[in-house]
């Protein structure tokens, strides 16, 4: 059965130092890798995805994730925080054989930004 | 604008009153979903639809019903609503197929009493 697994529900960090969020997977087989960014009282909306080819996937406001397929990992990093990042992230994982577009989530972590 | 609409954003309720959150897109997607979700618990699947009049039970479908009678509407019926239901309940919608991207609603969070 897929997992994912988020390390660390809180991460706080200052504006302008590094962002890394942790997520490790388990699939039987090689997975669709998403992050979603959750703002205060919004819906999900898709950071970045990983589906194949390139291990390094680029997305949005600057996020950047890396498939690292032997520590069955994909975290999420962002060079240089900013405030306007502060809001839950979420990893997902979807089976590559599934039909049914199932995303499983993992349980959020929470990035605050000091000033 | 492709959208995801939930109505109502916010409800409260009482023990055993039934209710429908209404759910529509109009980005004419087969998927439709239904996920709650709880502090420390992430997002977990109720129920999902691959189409018209195609429904299946997710991760934790206990208490809950769907109907998907047309392409863009989706309602989650809680039939005899309990206070362990109180939660934040998100719609998503996608393209039939593996890779696609989810596009959720704003969320609805439902408080039983």
């Known amino acids: 059965a897929q997992s994912v697994t988020q390390l660390g529900s809180h991460v706080s960090v200052s504006e302008g130092a590094l962002v890394l969020l942790r997520c490790n997977y388990s699939s039987s087989v090689p997975p669709y890798l998403f992050w979603y960014v959750q703002y205060p009282n919004q819906g999900l909306q898709l950071l970045l995805k990983y589906t194949t080819g390139a291990t390094l996937v680029k997305g949005i406001n600057g996020f950047e994730a890396e498939f690292k397929k032997s520590e069955t990992s994909f975290h999420l990093t962002k060079p240089s925080a900013h405030m306007s990042d502060a809001a839950e992230y979420f990893c997902a994982v979807s089976d590559r054989g599934s039909s049914a577009s199932k995303i499983i989530f993992g349980s959020g972590t929470r990035l605050s930004i000091r000033p | 604008e492709a959208q995801v609409t939930q109505n109502p954003r916010y409800l409260i309720t009482v023990t055993g009153k039934k209710l429908t959150v209404t759910c529509s897109q109009n980005m004419n997607h087969e998927y439709m979903s239904w996920y709650r979700q709880d502090p420390g618990l992430g997002l977990r699947q109720i129920y999902y639809s691959m189409n018209v009049e195609v429904t299946d039970k997710g991760d934790v479908p206990e208490g809950y019903k769907v109907s998907r009678k047309e392409k863009r509407n989706f309602p989650l019926i809680l039939e005899s609503p309990s206070p362990n239901q109180t939660s934040l309940y998100f719609c998503?919608?996608?393209?039939?197929?593996?890779?696609?991207?989810?596009?959720f609603g704003q969320g609805t969070r439902l408080t039983v009493v």
């Open positions: 998503a919608s996608s393209f039939a197929g593996v890779v696609t991207e989810a596009f």
